[in-house]
C-alpha cells in the first residue's frame, strides 16, 4: 500500500477546518522555571562554599590548590565527610533531574511536529524520555539536548570528589633494647646524654652511621628521654601489635621495643641502633613488616598475610631475635583532613552555570503544544483528529511497529486479553536492557569477588562489615600510592566512573517505568471515568500532572534509590588521600608541610550492599513487567501513531470540549453508515454513554 497523503479532513463531503489549538506550554515552561531555580539554588551553595574556602588554610607545599576544610580526629572526619558526601549526592541528584527534566522537554514533540512524522508514515515517542524523538525536532532543540546530556558527564566524574577527607600518616623510628637483669625500672633511669656517651653505644653508633637517617639520632634521644621521665605508654606486646598493624599510622609515633635481658650484660639498657630501622608509613607494600621480621620465610610473603600467625605466639614475638616483653609507645595526636578542591569545583560550577542558562532559555522559549504526557496527547488528538490514523481505533503500538507504513490502517476484531504491563515496552528494549543489567552487574560481581579474594584480612561477613563504608586500610587499595598531578586526576575518574555508568543504567531504567506506567494509565479508561492528567492548566474534570509522566508515589522512591545507590558508589570506590612529610628523608615535622599521595580505595560491603540494591531494582522493574492491566484495551505505549488512533471520533468529527470531561473508553452504541456496513462499531473515548466492546465483533 502506498503511504498515504494527509489531506484536511473532511466531513460529508465537506472541507471541515480543524479549531484553534490551545497551547499547553505553559505547562513545560512551569516545570523548566522550577528546574532553573533549583540549579540556581545549588550553584549559589557551590559558589558561595567555593568563596568561603578561598580563606581557608592551603593544604601543603606542593599541593596549594586544595583547602582544609577541617581538621581533627580521623572518625569525626570521616563522620562528616560520609554526610557531606550524601549532601553531594542529593544536590547532584537535583542538578540530574533538573537537566533531565529539560531533556524530557526539548524531546517532547509538538503537536506539528507530530502531524508531519505521521505524514511520512512515522511515529514519534509521547510521555516518555526519548532519543528516537530527536530524529524529528528541530535542531536547536537537538543541541539544547546534546549539551544538557553531555554536562552531566562532569557531575558524575568530578562532584563526588570535590570534597575528600586525608589522612596525615606518621613517620616512626622503632627502637631495641635489652631490659637490664637486676630492676626493669633502672632500664631507663639515665638520660639519653648520658647513655650517648657509654662505649657500647658509640660503638652501635659509629658502625650504623652509614645507614643513619637524618634526624634519627634526635628522634632515639627524645624517645629515650620520654621513657626516662615516664611520659610513654606501656603496651603489651598484643597491643602492640594491633596499634601498630597499620599502614596508615596516625595516633602513634616512635616506639621502644623493651626485650629480655641479654647474654652480655654490657649491652642491657643501651639501646641499638642496628636493631631499629626508619619505617615510612607511605610504603604500604611493605606496610608494618617490621612486626613479623623474624617470623620464617615460608612462612612470610608479607606482614599481612603472617599477621594472624604472629599474633598467635604473642608471647613470644621477637622482631630482632630477642623475645619482646613490652612496648613504650609515644601517642600524637590525629591530624585527619576534610579537604576541598577548587579546580573541581569550578569545572562543576561550569556545569551548573550551562545546565541553569539552558533551562531559563527553553522556559522562556518552550515549545508550542508540546506534547508532554499521555493526557496532552489524548486532549489534542480529540480537539484536532490525526487524518493518518483514521479508521483504526483498535491499533496497537505493536500494530503499528510491526507492520510496513500504513498496513496498519483498517478494522479490527476485539480480543479482551489483557496484556501485561510490560508490553508496553518493545522486546528490542527489553532485550538491549536485561543485557545492559546483566553486563553491569557480571561486572560488578567480578570486583566484588575480585575485591574479597585480593583481602589479606578474613574474608567473613562480620571482617567485611568492619571494614565499613568508604573507610579506609591498607587491604583494600586498587592500585600503588602517586604523588603527580596525573595520578590524582587519574584516581578521581577511576572512583566516579561508576556513578557515569549508574547514570546511565537510571536513564534505561526510568524509561522503562515510565512506559509501563504509561500503559497503565491508559488502561485504567477501560475500567472507569476520570479525567485528563494534562501537564499545564488543568480545566474541568481534568487532573494537574506528576512529574512528567511518573506519579509521585513512583517518582519519589525512584529518587530516594538513585540517591542511595549514587552514595553507595561513592563509598565502594573512593579517592585514598594521605598526607606525608615533603621530605621523605626526615622525620616527619609540621603537619603543615605535607606531600598529598592519592590512589583508589575499596569498601567490598559497600559494594555488595549495591549489588543488592540494583539487583532489588532489577527485579522490581521485571515483576511489575508481568503484571496485568487491568483491561482489555489495545497497548499503545508512547506510540503517537496508535495514541491518535484510538482518539477518533464515531464520525470523525473533532471533540474540543471533550478533552475536559470525565471520559472512557469503550463502543459506542453507533455504527458506520452504509450499505454492508453495519456490523462495524467503533471505540473511543467519549463522556458519554460506552459499553465494553463485544468479543469477536470488528470495529473501524
Not at 533531574?97 to 511520512?120: F, I, W
Not at 532559555?361 to 508532554?372: G, N, S, T, V
Request: proline content about 5%; hydrophobic content about 40%.
Amino acid at each position: 500500500m502506498s503511504a498515504l497523503k494527509c489531506q484536511p479532513l473532511r466531513l460529508k463531503g465537506r472541507l471541515h477546518v480543524p479549531p484553534q489549538r490551545v497551547t499547553n506550554a505553559s505547562g513545560c515552561k512551569v516545570g523548566l522555571i522550577i528546574g532553573a531555580s533549583s540549579c540556581i539554588i545549588v550553584f549559589a551553595l557551590n559558589l558561595g562554599v567555593t568563596i568561603w574556602s578561598t580563606t581557608l588554610p592551603r593544604g601543603g607545599a606542593t599541593d596549594g590548590s586544595r583547602r582544609i576544610l577541617k581538621e581533627g580526629s580521623c572518625s569525626d572526619i570521616r563522620k562528616i565527610n560520609v554526610t557531606l558526601h550524601l549532601l553531594i549526592n542529593i544536590l547532584s541528584s537535583i542538578l540530574l533531574a533538573a537537566s533531565n527534566y529539560g531533556m524530557q522537554c526539548l524531546s517532547a514533540p509538538t503537536r506539528g511536529e507530530v502531524d508531519k512524522a505521521h505524514c511520512r508514515g512515522k511515529w514519534m515517542d509521547i510521555g516518555i524520555p526519548s532519543i528516537r524523538n530527536l530524529v524529528d525536532i528541530p535542531r536547536k532543540r537537538v543541541i539544547l539536548w546534546g549539551i544538557l546530556a553531555l554536562s552531566s558527564a562532569p557531575l558524575h566524574l568530578f562532584y563526588n570528589s570535590v570534597v575528600y577527607s586525608s589522612l596525615t600518616t606518621v613517620d616512626y623510628i622503632i627502637v631495641g633494647v635489652n631490659e637490664t637483669a637486676t630492676n626493669a625500672n633502672s632500664t631507663f633511669s639515665s638520660k639519653f646524654h648520658q647513655v650517648n656517651q657509654t662505649t657500647q653505644f658509640q660503638s652501635n653508633l659509629n658502625q650504623s652511621l652509614p645507614d643513619m637517617v637524618p634526624g634519627a639520632l634526635e628522634a632515639m634521644g627524645d624517645l629515650w628521654d620520654l621513657a626516662s621521665s615516664g611520659d610513654l605508654e606501656n603496651l603489651t606486646n598484643s597491643q602492640c601489635i594491633n596499634e601498630y598493624a597499620t599502614s596508615f599510622q596516625t595516633s602513634r609515633q616512635h616506639v621502644l621495643l623493651v626485650s629480655e635481658p641479654g647474654e652480655d650484660p654490657n649491652w642491657q639498657g643501651i639501646p641499638r641502633y642496628e636493631d631499629s630501622f626508619i619505617f615510612k608509613t607511605v610504603l604500604t607494600d611493605y606496610a608494618y613488616d617490621w612486626i613479623c621480621n623474624n617470623t620464617p620465610v615460608d612462612v612470610v610473603y608479607n606482614c599481612r598475610t603472617s599477621l594472624p600467625t604472629v599474633k598467635k605466639q604473642v608471647n613470644n614475638w621477637d622482631p630482632f631475635g630477642d623475645r619482646i616483653r613490652y612496648c613504650l609507645s609515644k601517642r600524637v595526636d590525629q591530624h585527619c583532613r576534610l579537604n576541598f578542591n577548587p579546580r573541581l569545583i569550578a569545572i562543576v560550577l561550569i556545569t551548573n552555570a550551562l545546565k541553569t542558562v539552558i533551562l531559563l532559555y527553553a522556559a522562556l522559549r518552550p515549545p508550542e503544544e508540546a506534547l508532554l504526557v499521555l493526557g496532552d496527547a489524548i486532549g489534542s488528538f480529540l480537539s484536532t483528529p490525526d487524518a493518518a490514523s483514521r479508521d483504526s481505533c483498535l491499533a496497537s503500538a505493536k500494530d503499528v511497529r510491526q507492520r510496513a507504513k500504513h498496513d496498519w490502517i483498517g478494522p479490527r476484531a476485539w480480543v479482551p486479553v489483557k496484556r501485561r504491563w510490560g508490553a508496553a515496552i518493545t522486546r528490542r528494549r527489553w532485550i538491549m536492557s536485561l543485557v545492559i543489567y546483566s553486563a553491569s552487574m557480571s561486572v560488578l560481581l567480578f570486583f566484588i569477588i575480585w575485591g574479597i579474594l585480593n583481602l589479606s584480612s578474613p574474608k567473613d561477613l562480620k571482617t567485611l562489615w568492619n571494614l565499613g563504608f568508604g573507610a579506609v586500610t591498607e587491604v583494600s587499595l586498587i592500585n600503588n600510592f602517586g604523588n603527580n598531578d596525573s595520578r590524582v586526576i587519574l584516581s578521581v575518574l577511576l572512583a566516579n566512573i561508576p556513578q557515569f555508568i549508574f547514570s546511565g543504567l537510571y536513564f534505561q531504567y526510568n524509561g522503562l517505568l515510565t512506559g509501563m506506567l504509561a500503559a497503565k494509565e491508559w488502561s485504567d479508561f477501560g475500567l472507569k471515568r476520570k479525567g485528563l492528567r494534562v501537564s499545564s492548566d488543568p480545566k474541568g474534570e481534568q487532573r494537574s500532572r506528576y512529574f512528567l509522566q511518573l506519579p509521585y508515589r513512583w517518582s519519589v522512591p525512584l529518587l530516594l534509590a538513585s540517591i542511595l545507590i549514587h552514595w553507595m558508589l561513592s563509598q565502594s570506590i573512593f579517592v585514598v588521600a594521605v598526607d606525608r612529610s615533603t621530605d621523605p628523608d626526615t622525620m616527619l615535622g609540621s603537619v603543615s608541610d605535607t606531600t598529598l599521595y592519592s590512589t583508589c580505595g575499596y569498601s567490598p560491603i559497600a559494594m555488595i550492599a549495591v549489588a543488592m540494591t540494583s539487583f532489588a531494582m532489577v527485579l522490581a522493574v521485571v515483576f511489575t513487567g508481568f503484571r496485568r492491566l487491568p483491561t482489555a484495551i489495545p497497548v499503545v505505549g508512547s506510540c503517537s501513531l496508535a495514541i491518535a488512533a484510538a482518539c477518533h471520533h464515531l464520525h470523525g468529527t473533532p471533540q474540543p470540549e471533550e478533552a475536559f470531561a470525565s471520559l472512557k473508553w469503550g463502543a459506542t452504541d453507533s455504527h458506520r453508515e452504509g450499505p454492508g456496513e453495519e456490523n462495524l462499531g467503533h471505540c473511543g473515548f467519549s463522556s458519554e454513554y460506552v459499553e465494553d466492546p463485544r468479543e469477536g465483533a470488528e470495529y473501524f
